[in-house]
């Protein structure tokens, strides 16, 4: 092993590798006929999502070049592709509308009306009925006004696109999971209102489907204010299955023919469910054999295990993977096909076999065959937050095949957020951690108080304490790691994106000395201007996180960095999209232009085109040199890479 300072190995890992692993990886999942088709995000060619299809060993793209299967609906989007038979539905992100292809390569068709403004009319999570004549699914229409402007509705038309839509059911804020019964007769769905959020509490209805796209005898079955109901689905037997966390775990159950509810699992350590996010997130698929397979959740630690719905059996599958897409899982065809990571490979989409426990791997996010001795594999830590309490985290230690730090120096250490708040990190082997752990860099990925993975007791921590009590804990992850000897407590840094982004400017206005670095991605700075300007989805989601606007006005500017931001002491790289209709790009601005009057070493990029998340693969790898460079020029270290070094003002 060759001796050099933290941060200058180099490492097989460059940018141009990172910069073309998809953001959202891979989606919409389906196992038909001899073959798997999924929905994936391409860098390279501008952030598109692209539909393909694997058969026999051969993956192909199903969407003709420039198509773009992506919906805006809850700007977060998902479910924007959907199946039957050969038949292919995705929205596209140009119009809005919904797209139909019958064939890969051919020019997709639009099946929708034209809005009349673009982004007008959005659509998304959409199934068609057995007998391929309907497509049911969620529209959100925008008009004046802005959230005021905005209505959410489940409609109905023809999959051929000889009629316009007709609305099945309104009036509630918003709606979700629309799923036809396998003989066409029935509807499920979800539906929740404001200040509600989906993990909170929403509702699942059945209705009778009639044969001219109408329903009727619409009745409530399960749910409530308090009661998470998570992915409703048909059994090919009839019968309704759905989370819920009642119990305070996402548990299965189902409706049985005589109307009575079954709990099919009785987990009080783990769950099926996940905050939903984004649209058609699924972490159960029904087997041909009977069984169902579940994807469990046990402190942030994801298994695949398979249930006998008649004995309740729920046994490992035997897979080794630990953390599970939210959004692609399928079955069919006698097998599973769903989309994972290890700690010791990133994410892909796998073909497994349940009958004989054969996995083929189908496609890969990261080309690159990694050295496995230089992985940095994490381990689980639980640390005390200082208020009697506890909070979880993984911690990634430095680490090279070819090289090791000098025994007299520790580690630069990356305090990583993730967003939500109530998202989570789970092992698994991501191309960003390694990027910085093969150069000589620990990372700890923190599940502060707030994040799902340990239940709904821990998930609820952060009600009415956001940004009070999650940048507190990642504060205490970093001295824990320090006391622990892991870490240098002169080279930490906090980094995240959104609410993580939050965190990040958190810790560094409300106590300032905490870390000796910040970088935010498309934070939140201005609680209060986020309550006021952001999406409808989440414009009231702060009333559970801090209280209720503008009732309670004076805890949101209490804890909005914006407002104390004359606090600052720490440099802090700025990095957002102008694009971005979640955080608005003022935000950053704002928080700029106090550090260029404080005379605070800073850098502020902003990308054209780019939202909340970036998508292209020129701007992922300009995020990266500009975040080594950063870290570089303030902790003290020379990178082994070539890069254009990032411009610093005040430094």
Known sequence: MTIR???????????????RVPASRFAALDVDDGRVRWRESRAAEGGRSVVVEWREGTV?????????????VHEYGGGGVWYHGDAVFFSEFADGRVHRIDEPGAEPRPVTPPPEAPHALRYADGRVTPDGGLVVCVRERHGSGGVAGVVNELVAFPADGSAAPVVLASGCDFYAAPRVSVDGARLAWLSWDHPRMPWHGTELWVAELTADGGISQARRVAGGAEESIFQPEWSPEGLLHFCTDRNGWWNLHRLE???????????????????????????????????VACVVTRAAVDSLELLDPGSGALEPAGPGWTAYSTTALAGGDGKLAFAASSPTAAAAV???????????????????????????????????????????????????AAYEGPEDELPPLGVLCHGGPTGHESPSLDPVVQFFTSRGIGIVEVNY???????????????????????????????????????????????????????????????????????SLFGVADAEALARETHKFESRYLD????????????????????????LERPLLLLQGLDDEVVAPSQAEVMAEVLERKGIPYAHIAFEGEGHGFRREENIKRTLEATLSFLGQIFGFEPADTFEPLEIAHL
């Open 5 to 19: 300072p933290y941060g200058t190995w180099p490492s097989e890992i460059d940018f141009e590798t990172i910069s």
């Open 60 to 72: 192909r793209d199903v969407l003709p070049r420039g198509a773009n299967a992506r919906t805006r």
């Open 257 to 291: 023919p005589d109307g009575s509810e079954r709990a099919l699992t009785e987990l009080e350590d783990g769950e099926i469910g996940t905050p939903a996010w984004a649209f058609d997130m699924r972490r159960y698929a029904f087997l041909d054999d009977g069984r």
């Open 350 to 400: 796998v073909l497994w076999d349940p009958a004989t426990g054969r996995e083929q791997v189908l496609r890969r996010s990261l080309s690159a065959e990694l050295d496995r001795a230089g992985i940095s594999v994490p381990r689980a830590i639980e640390f005390p937050t200082g208020d009697g309490d506890v909070a979880h985290a993984f911690f990634y230690p430095p680490r090279s």
């Open 449 to 519: 108080r707030g994040s799902s993975g340990y239940g709904r007791e821990y998930r609820r921590r952060l009600d009415g304490r956001w940004g009070e009590i999650d940048w507190r804990d990642c504060v205490a992850a970093a001295r824990w790691l320090a006391e622990q000897g892991e870490a240098d407590p002169e080279r930490t840094w906090v980094q995240g994106g959104s609410a993580g982004g939050y965190v990040v400017l958190c810790a560094l206005t409300f106590e300032p000395q905490a870390f000796a670095a910040g970088i």
């Open 544 to 567: 559970g996180l801090i209280g209720p606007y503008p009732e309670r006005a004076d805890l949101y500017r209490e804890r909005s960095p914006i407002h104390f931001a004359d606090r």
